[in-house]
Nanobody, 126 residues
């Protein structure tokens, strides 16, 4: 049974940093794509960054490129999102997600992901 538990969210001022973690269980990390998605009030959920360590591939959305970095520790089966130079528009609920990717390319779209955590709130004030 796949389980995903996010942590590390909080409130910061613009320009600050946060590191999100997602503790995963129930699957072999090198067979799965995993990623971070976010949803602001009144907006659709959007992809922030995804990773597939089985083929060494990562994706980062243009809106956070150069500021956010995704990584994964396969030994711990933990996914991370390092967020630097945070902006008020980064505010939202951040979700960790995963899907089986063995034999496929890196999944980048929200609709492609099967398993979801409950989310962790990130609030950036100006």
């Amino acid at each position: 049974q796949v389980q995903l538990v996010e942590s590390g969210g909080g409130s910061v001022q613009a320009g600050g940093s946060l590191r999100l973690s997602c503790a995963a269980s129930g699957y072999r990390p090198s067979w799965y794509c995993a990623g971070w998605f976010r949803q602001a009030p009144g907006k659709e959920r959007e992809g922030v960054a995804t990773i597939y360590t089985g083929i060494g591939s990562t994706y980062v959305s243009d809106s956070v490129k150069g500021r956010f970095a995704i990584s994964q520790d396969n030994a711990k089966n933990t996914l991370y999102l390092q967020m630097n130079s945070l902006k008020p528009e980064d505010t939202g609920m951040y979700y960790c997600a995963a899907r089986l990717c063995l034999g496929y390319q890196l999944a980048t779209r929200t609709s492609e992901y099967s398993y979801w955590g409950r989310g962790t709130q990130v609030t950036v004030s100006s």
